[in-house]
């Protein structure tokens, strides 16, 4: 089973992902959280990436394919794997099929989730994440039982750096102009299917379920 989950930041692709990934036991490939380990470990793919995920913008494409192709190559990936975040672009997407195509297709079906732009700003300006497990709050939605630590493992929660206003703004920008199109693609593609991700999560997880297992019929 190869996934792939599309919508805007904060469509709560990080959330789905983690519940796909034990409904199906397949590995949970966030480009974003790959991204964020890269520039916490200092190495010199992470300090190319900082300025560009700071500032809202697309990652050079060629980092992150490569980066891609070598975690979809590991041994946990033979029985497939869940993508989020990747690709982000229509070239990504080629590249993808190119790089895993020649033993059948690279994703089996895309899952877009929709969610009002408003909205995506009221829940990512209130989104704090565990440094420790990447467990993920929202201040008003799903808060911590004490303000500001993690329930699992008692670590002091931290807010992106790219998610203050500004920077949001500016990432659903770059998702209307450089991702949506992908929406297209896919749908060439006969493989995708759309979401609404507005209702609660575990609504939602059953939605994409029904898609995913509607398709496999
Ligand atoms: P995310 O956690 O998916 O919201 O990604 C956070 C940031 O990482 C994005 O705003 C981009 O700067 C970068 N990034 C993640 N995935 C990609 C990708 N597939 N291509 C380019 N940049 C990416």
């Known amino acids: 089973m190869k996934i792939a989950l599309l919508g805007p930041p904060g469509s709560g692709k990080g959330t789905q992902g983690a519940m796909l990934r034990e409904s199906f036991s397949i590995p949970h490939i966030?480009?974003?959280?790959?991204?964020?380990?890269?520039?916490?470990?200092?190495?010199?793919?992470?300090?190319?990436?900082?300025?560009?995920?700071?500032?809202?913008?697309?990652?050079?494409?060629?980092?992150?394919?490569?980066?891609?192709?070598?975690?979809?190559?590991?041994?946990?990936?033979?029985?497939?794997?869940?993508?989020?975040?990747?690709?982000?672009?229509?070239?990504?997407?080629?590249?993808?099929?190119s790089m895993v195509g020649a033993n059948g297709h690279a994703v089996d079906h895309v899952v877009a989730l929709e969610v009002e732009e408003d909205k995506v700003v009221e829940r990512l300006s209130g989104r704090r994440s565990c440094p420790e497990c990447g467990r993920l709050y929202h201040v008003s939605f799903q808060p911590p039982r004490s303000d500001g630590i993690c329930d699992d493992c008692g670590a002091e929660l931290m807010i992106r750096d790219d998610d203050r206003e500004e920077t949001i703004r500016k990432r659903l920008e770059v998702y209307r102009r450089q991702t949506a199109p992908l929406l297209d693609f896919y749908e060439k593609a006969a493989i995708l299917r759309i979401v609404d991700g507005d209702a609660a999560p575990a609504e939602v997880a059953e939605q994409v379920l029904a898609a995913v297992r509607e398709e496999d019929d």
Do not use: H, W
């Not at 010199?44 to 697309?58: S, T």
């Not at 497939?80 to 099929?97: C, M, N």
């Open 30 to 97: 966030s480009s974003g959280d790959l991204l964020r380990a890269a520039v916490e470990a200092g190495s010199e793919l992470g300090d190319q990436a900082k300025g560009y995920m700071d500032k809202g913008q697309l990652v050079p494409s060629e980092l992150v394919i490569g980066m891609i192709r070598e975690r979809v190559a590991e041994n946990d990936c033979t029985g497939g794997y869940l993508l989020d975040g990747f690709p982000r672009t229509v070239e990504q997407a080629e590249k993808l099929e």
